[in-house]
């Protein structure tokens, strides 16, 4: 990924705009195409504002025909609302950008004879049965419930994926993303690190869904940006998980959380949210033997630098 034109789309999302900044550094000429449906212009604002001669945005819905003039080396398919907030707001989108919006992100890729990654989801393994979970299992996904719009989504995306790489020869590749965190994550995001960051910086109680014993493993941006570059470069065209083997419960991230804000913030109990998986934790197995990638940031160094950045934006001193 050097010396490349690439279009990202969802390029102006939390991980988005990081694999902007990351490929504009590596040398590459970036098309960001985001409709904002869920992406934030600010992410993007220092690219914009100081009118970067390797950036380009182009304000489009991808579940409408994509068009971009010129070469493309390789295409990022990021687009889609994330977290449960975003997909439970906006179901049929959500649908229409995993089928309608793959197949144009493939069909440009197909178009320009460029390099495709698919960002999929652990979501597509479910409330899952088998743990860790490794890329051969199949998953455990309600189809019909509320968080299906999500998981069914990136499973047709997957599918479709792999049609165009078999029919049609495109050197596609699929990523299953794992919980990832860092700067930039939306204040208001649903997700448990903003959504702790945000309530232990202001002195609030700490919402954890359940009694907080289901598991998460999560990944600093840095480290998962990393992953997707060493993925697109690969020819390896199954999936492959990216995310950090650590796991842990909500209920001890909650408290790491607090401990390291410094704050007086205690833990109140919610109601568990349908079809919240119980645990979840990939098997990187495959990332590190055909990648040589692994996560190098440890939860504490990313959750202090994560904290910092909210408590800039929130305009809150410690």
């Not at 945005?57 to 991808?62: F, G, S």
């Not at 903003?194 to 289901?214: H, L």
Request: proline share 6%; charged share 20%; glycine share 8%.
């Amino acid at each position: 990924m050097k010396n490349s034109r690439v279009v990202v789309t969802g390029g102006a999302g939390f991980i988005g705009s990081h694999l902007c900044d990351k490929l504009i550094a590596l040398g590459n000429d970036v098309v960001c195409v985001d409709n904002f449906l869920t992406g934030n212009l600010s992410n993007i604002a220092h690219l914009l504002e100081n009118e970067h001669p390797n950036f380009a945005l182009n304000k489009h819905n991808v579940s409408e025909h994509v068009y971009v003039e010129g070469n493309v080396d390789a295409v990022f398919h990021l687009a889609s609302p994330a977290s449960p907030n975003d997909y439970l707001k906006f179901p049929i989108q959500t649908l229409k950008v995993g089928s309608l919006g793959t197949h144009n992100a493939l069909g440009l890729a197909k178009e320009k004879q460029a390099r495709f990654l698919l960002a999929s989801t652990s979501e597509v393994y479910g409330d899952p049965q088998i743990h860790p979970q490794y890329e051969e299992y199949w998953g455990h996904v309600n189809p019909i419930g509320p968080r299906g719009v999500y998981d069914e989504a990136k499973r047709f995306s997957e599918a479709m994926t792999m049609a165009y790489h078999r029919t049609h020869g495109l050197n596609a590749h699929i990523a299953r993303i794992f919980n990832t965190y860092g700067p930039r994550m939306r204040i208001a995001d649903g997700r448990a690190i903003p959504a702790f960051i945000t309530q232990s910086i202001r002195n609030e109680p700490i919402s954890v869904f359940g009694d907080g014993k289901q598991t998460r493993s999560f990944c600093f941006i840095t480290d998962l940006i990393n992953g997707l570059i060493k993925l697109m470069d690969s020819e390896i065209h199954e999936p492959i998980n990216l995310g950090n083997p650590s796991e842990m419960t909500i209920l001890d991230l909650a408290e790491k959380i607090i401990a390291l804000a410094g704050t007086d913030s205690n833990i109140q109990h919610e109601p568990l949210p349908v079809d919240d998986p119980k645990i979840r934790q990939p098997d990187i197995t495959k990332a590190k033997k055909h990648l040589a990638w692994e996560p190098a940031i440890s939860l504490e160094e990313g959750l202090l630098v994560t904290i910092d950045d909210f408590r800039e934006r929130l305009n809150i001193n410690p």
